[in-house]
């Protein structure tokens, strides 16, 4: 009896062993990558998603996220090669490439401003915030965008007659907002349902205005495209196979939210997976150049100037190799269905100074 416990209790270690030597292989066997998301928000999802679920495992990817608290932070990243790709806005990428870096979308997972110009609750009409101050993250990051189309929309010229004022993370807008540093902010989600719910309101919901932006997207650099296709064909295949899979399962997208956003209210995870993902992040994310102009012709007055008069390429999906096959119809199917409105987008050129654009 006793000599069968025992060969019980070897085998089980054996076993035990075989398990974590197994683990330890699929590990090493993974290739390490270091990324980024540059808000905590609802619109970073693809990489928090696709890492629970174990996409990134799937196709040979060992991925670390890590947190930015803004895109000029998370851009001097990419740059820098701390990291090998970005979640951010692409007007960040462009005024970054316009200013002479190599760094080029790859993907655009959500294609307008899902912003809100949130204002204090004694502001009744738009008229009210002239000479007021308008909080945002970091000057040329989308929030700096959706701040100047708000101001314009309402017919204020950003600078002039009212302010716009660099404050950092979202959560740190609502307490200048509440503490009466600024009398308005521009928020994604969940700090738009944060900031009402102390009392504020929102004044522009911007997907209204129907503006075609790169609001959110994949950033690499351009070493990487060129000498490491299969990273940037892995790491855009787990990112459309994530967002199928945050489109199809509510449930399990709203844990995943619940994890990385560190949030017990379910109202707001709620809105953060219905507004930004649910309605507004694309199936197949295509990078058009409707998306990158929406940005140019917001900022044509701030962009840098370049370093070169030759074009450079914001989007690289026709020409990169890698990408133009992730965004065809293996993986479009895999999307569950193509959006027919979003033709596959050729090469996205500037000509500096000439500013003329062209494409395919």
Same mark, same amino acid.
């Given at each position: 009896?006793?000599?069968?416990?025992?060969?019980?209790?070897?085998?089980?270690?054996?076993?035990?062993?075989?398990?974590?030597?197994?683990?330890?292989?699929?590990?090493?066997?993974?290739?390490?990558?270091?990324?980024?998301?540059?808000?905590?928000?609802? +619109?970073?999802?693809?990489?928090?998603?696709?890492?629970?679920?174990?996409?990134?495992?799937?196709?040979?990817?060992?991925?670390?996220?890590?947190?930015?608290?803004?895109?000029?932070?998370?851009?001097?990243?990419?740059?820098?090669?701390?990291?090998?790709?970005?979640?951010?806005?692409?007007?960040?990428?462009?005024? #970054?490439?316009?200013?002479?870096?190599?760094?080029?979308?790859? #993907?655009?997972?959500?294609?307008?401003?899902?912003?809100?110009?949130?204002?204090?609750?004694?502001?009744?009409?738009?008229?009210?915030?002239?000479?007021?101050?308008?909080?945002?993250?970091?000057?040329?990051?989308?929030?700096?965008?959706?701040?100047?189309?708000?101001?314009?929309?309402?017919?204020?010229?950003?600078?002039?007659?009212?302010?716009?004022?660099?404050?950092?993370?979202?959560?740190?807008?609502?307490?200048?907002?509440?503490?009466?540093?600024?009398?308005?902010?521009?928020?994604?989600?969940?700090?738009?349902?944060?900031?009402?719910?102390?009392?504020?309101?929102?004044?522009?919901?911007?997907?209204?205005?129907?503006?075609?932006?790169?609001?959110?997207?994949?950033?690499?650099?351009?070493?990487?495209?060129?000498?490491?296709?299969?990273?940037?064909?892995?790491?855009?295949?787990?990112?459309?196979?994530?967002?199928?899979?945050?489109?199809?399962?509510?449930?399990?997208?709203?844990?995943?939210?619940?994890?990385?956003?560190?949030?017990?209210?379910?109202?707001?995870?709620?809105? +953060?997976?219905?507004?930004?993902?649910?309605?507004?992040?694309?199936?197949?994310?295509?990078?058009?150049?409707?998306?990158?102009?929406?940005?140019?012709?917001?900022?044509?007055?701030?962009?840098?100037?370049?370093?070169?008069?030759?074009?450079?390429?914001? +989007?690289?999906?026709?020409?990169?190799? +890698?990408?133009?096959?992730?965004?065809?119809?293996?993986?479009?199917?895999?999307?569950?269905?193509?959006?027919?409105?979003?033709?596959?987008?050729?090469?996205?050129?500037?000509?500096?100074?000439?500013?003329?654009?062209?494409?395919?």
């Amino acid at each position: 009896m006793l000599r069968i416990r025992l060969l019980f209790l070897l085998c089980a270690v054996a076993s035990f062993c075989a398990t974590l030597t197994a683990g330890a292989a699929e590990l090493s066997s993974l290739r390490k990558i270091r990324v980024a998301i540059t808000s905590i928000s609802g +619109s970073m999802a693809p990489p928090w998603a696709a890492h629970e679920a174990g996409i990134f495992k799937k196709h040979g990817l060992q991925v670390e996220v890590i947190a930015t608290p803004s895109g000029v932070q998370g851009m001097n990243a990419l740059i820098a090669g701390e990291i090998a790709f970005v979640q951010i806005s692409g007007g960040t990428t462009t005024g #970054a490439a316009v200013g002479g870096a190599d760094v080029k979308i790859i #993907a655009t997972t959500v294609g307008t401003l899902v912003l809100n110009l949130v204002v204090r609750p004694e502001i009744e009409k738009a008229e009210q915030l002239r000479g007021k101050n308008i909080g945002i993250s970091r000057y040329g990051t989308s929030l700096h965008t959706g701040a100047r189309l708000a101001a314009k929309h309402f017919g204020m010229e950003p600078g002039k007659d009212v302010h716009i004022v660099e404050i950092g993370a979202g959560d740190w807008i609502v307490s200048a907002l509440q503490g009466g540093r600024v009398q308005a902010g521009v928020f994604g989600y969940p700090a738009t349902s944060r900031a009402v719910k102390f009392g504020n309101r929102v004044l522009l919901h911007m997907p209204s205005l129907n503006i075609p932006y790169a609001s959110t997207g994949v950033t690499t650099r351009g070493d990487i495209i060129r000498n490491d296709p299969d990273l940037v064909r892995r790491y855009l295949s787990a990112q459309i196979e994530a967002i199928a899979l945050m489109k199809k399962d509510r449930a399990f997208t709203i844990k995943v939210l619940s994890k990385y956003l560190r949030l017990d209210d379910v109202s707001l995870v709620a809105e +953060s997976y219905d507004i930004p993902i649910a309605r507004y992040m694309m199936k197949v994310p295509l990078t058009t150049a409707d998306a990158v102009r929406g940005y140019w012709k917001s900022s044509r007055k701030e962009i840098p100037k370049p370093k070169t008069s030759t074009p450079i390429n914001f +989007s690289t999906t026709a020409s990169c190799a +890698s990408c133009r096959q992730i965004l065809s119809s293996r993986c479009i199917a895999k999307a569950k269905g193509r959006d027919q409105s979003r033709p596959l987008p050729g090469i996205i050129r500037v000509a500096v100074p000439e500013q003329r654009w062209c494409r395919r």
